[in-house]
């Protein structure tokens, strides 16, 4: 029923695509596939518009995401708005508006782990305290981040909505295990790894533990797809030093349309992260039958639950010995692959987005 009006920020689609622009982006997709809302998008005026929302009706704002004076700035710009609910997918909202705000909290690794941050990072998201008392509703994605929330910030329980994300539509309607032509001339196989370059993915532990997996027995490549992020250190360098580099592949960010082909490929993905807030590569994965390592750490197992193989992201031999396993148990492979393809179907953009539009009403209420 499309009654109710809603803004949502997607300033960040301007930029490079990573967690939380794919959460806005599939999120609006969904709100307007099924006419759940009026809904308008905030997009980066001195950028060009990320195709995908082209069919959006927009507000273009010059205020840059994580600008100093962003809160301040975005409120000016939107001061003239008549709607019922302004979301804002990245954590922290304008600082004075009009309309009752909703914020979604994807993780506090940051809070967990501060070292994990630049100066720049720690500034912006020290303002999560103030956010999470000035927003009319809190959108989590996990359970695990709907305690943190409560326990790190004091965030009252009664304002906290929990609404889990959900594996990108496009890879539904893919065969398992289908690996079609792709411009890094990978053949199948291999072994995945899917997210930015930062601390807190622990690609170092992954890099180690596969480099220990490797002396005892051969191993698939090991591909590494996402963009480099901040605060690593040169995990080429170190791929050379443990003896590892022909085999690891260091492809950078991928395309939406890539991805099926990418997942397609792959014998398992693995996520050994320090701390996740819910692990959109993990479902992703699941989604066309691929099995999954993770972490068993933040939401990872409240995500996965039994169809995932857990390690230790701090103990290299736990991971070494997972992906040994994950590669000479075809039977374990096929389980992960059959428990993995069901768990992901618990997951729908659908249902986020029916979900968030009673977050709406809630806050508008």
């Excluded at 929330?149 to 309607?173: F, N, T």
């Excluded at 196989?189 to 601390?199: A, D, I, S």
């Excluded at 736990?318 to 992906?323: D, V």
Aim: some cysteine; aromatic content about 8%.
């Amino acid at each position: 029923m499309n009654d109710i009006a809603v803004v949502v920020d997607l300033r960040l689609s301007g930029y490079q695509r990573a967690g939380i622009a794919t959460y806005g982006a599939r999120l609006a997709e969904a709100i307007a596939e099924h006419d759940l809302a009026d809904i308008q998008v905030i997009t980066t005026a001195h950028r060009p518009t990320d195709p995908e929302l082209e069919g959006f009706r927009q507000i273009r704002s010059w205020t840059p995401p994580h600008h100093r004076m962003e809160q301040f700035g975005l409120a000016c710009e939107l001061a003239n708005l008549r709607v019922d609910v302004v979301h804002f997918p990245d954590f922290i909202p304008a600082r004075v508006l009009g309309p009752p705000s909703v914020i979604t909290v994807h993780d506090l690794a940051f809070a967990r782990f501060p070292r994990f941050l630049t100066a720049t990072s720690a500034r912006y998201y020290g303002q999560l305290s103030w956010a999470v008392h000035a927003a009319e509703r809190i959108i989590a994605v996990s359970r695990t981040t709907a305690d943190d929330l409560i326990d790190l910030y004091g965030a009252s329980p009664g304002k906290i909505d929990v609404v889990y994300e959900a594996p990108d539509p496009i890879l539904r309607d893919v065969a398992p295990h289908s690996v079609g032509p792709n411009p890094w001339g990978l053949g199948g196989g291999y072994l995945l790894f899917v997210g930015t370059r930062e601390p807190r993915k622990n690609l170092t532990g992954l890099l180690d533990g596969y480099a220990r997996a490797r002396n005892h027995r051969r191993m698939p490549p090991l591909v590494i797809a996402g963009r480099r992020g901040w605060l690593v250190d040169d995990l080429e360098e170190r791929a050379r030093t443990l003896g590892i580099a022909d085999a690891v592949h260091w492809i950078g960010g991928v395309a939406r349309h890539q991805m099926p082909g990418l997942f397609g490929g792959a014998l398992a993905l693995i996520l050994a992260s320090h701390y996740e807030g819910f692990g959109l590569p993990v479902v992703d994965a699941m989604a066309m039958g691929v099995p999954c390592i993770v972490s068993r750490r933040g939401a990872l197992p409240e995500i996965a639950g039994n169809a995932a193989l857990y390690v230790d992201p701090d103990d290299t031999q736990s991971i070494a010995t997972a992906l040994r396993r994950i590669v000479d148990e075809p039977r374990l492979r096929d389980d992960l692959s059959r428990l993995g393809h069901q768990r992901a179907a618990m997951y729908t953009w659908q249902r986020v987005a029916e979900e968030t539009i009673e977050v709406y009403r809630r806050a508008s209420a």
